[in-house]
């Protein structure tokens, strides 16, 4: 929505390489133009690359913050630095899917940098700790005016009552969320003790999934999913080389363990 409100040809977005597929894939269905600023290390976001980026024709900022799919984060000094130099008609879009698996206290929290001047908006979605991926259900935080527009563009009845039921009860459910994050938190201790004793580089994660280095994505991913295990080969967000591997459940990580200790052997 935010893509057709503000992109048409000759006007362009800002996002990073290596960041969602949806940021390109919204901006060329709008028929704008694409500002692919590098990354800092080859995985994280360089704000000062994205804000040095932006031209008279930058409508749109794209941030994914933790990055999918590498899970990394940009700081609150970076973040700060970066909303100082973009100029007040381009929106900023922090697309914070996974905010509540954040646990380094440098973290921004964009919902604190609201105020009438900026085109600010903060992105999030109960398809990821709330698990609700099915139900199509998020929200968006931006000044009235902005938020106007996206009611003028959006399809009536875009979320479904049944949809606003299951959210609801998602933000009541407290102990579900708390429970999540636990589980979270002891799959990527155990998951990332399991990459070193097999040699696999990972990039450090800030949300529930990590991109690690397997040498031929593709092939592992064809070799996991035949064992019945369901990871992402990750060529198509330009790393041929790695897997993005989803924190699961105690029994499912060790099986994902086993299977890909099992892939990489038989790979060698
Ligand atoms: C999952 C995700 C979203 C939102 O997904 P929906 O299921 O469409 O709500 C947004 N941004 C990123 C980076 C995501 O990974």
Redesign the pocket.
């Known amino acids: 929505l935010l893509a057709f409100l503000y992109l048409r040809p000759g006007l362009n977005s800002v996002y990073s390489e290596h960041s ?1 597929a ?1 940021y390109p894939l919204a901006t060329a269905a709008a028929g704008g133009e694409h500002r692919v600023a590098k990354t800092s290390d080859g995985f994280s976001h360089d704000l000062d690359a994205m804000a040095a980026a932006i031209d008279a024709n930058t409508r749109i900022v794209f941030l ?1 913050n933790p ?2 799919p590498t899970g990394t984060i940009y700081r609150r000094a970076e973040w700060k630095r970066f909303l100082e130099r973009v100029p007040e008609n381009v929106v900023i879009v922090a ?1 914070e ?2 905010f509540e698996f954040v646990r380094d206290p440098q973290y921004p929290d964009s919902m604190e940098d609201h105020d009438d001047r900026r085109l600010l908006i903060t ?1 999030r ?4 700790i709330f698990g609700l ?1 099915g139900m ?1 259900v ?1 929200y968006a935080v931006a000044r009235p005016d902005m938020i106007q527009m996206l009611h003028n563009v959006r399809q009536p009845f875009n979320v479904t009552s049944l949809a606003q039921v299951a959210a609801i009860a998602g933000m009541d459910d407290r102990a579900h969320i708390a429970r999540t994050l636990q589980v979270n938190a002891d799959g990527m201790t155990y998951l990332e003790r399991e990459f070193v004793r097999l040699k696999l580089p990972f990039v450090p994660s800030h949300a529930n999934f990590f991109l690690v280095d397997v040498g031929d994505g593709r092939a592992v991913y064809d070799k996991l999913l035949r064992k019945g295990v369901i990871v992402r080969p990750m060529h198509g967000y330009g790393y041929p080389r790695h897997v993005r591997i989803s924190v699961g459940l105690p029994e499912e990580n060790r099986r994902l363990v086993a299977m890909l200790a099992e892939a990489m052997g038989a790979q060698s």
């Open positions: 969602f949806i994914g990055n999918n697309d899917a996974y992105l979605t109960f398809s990821k991926a199509r998020g």
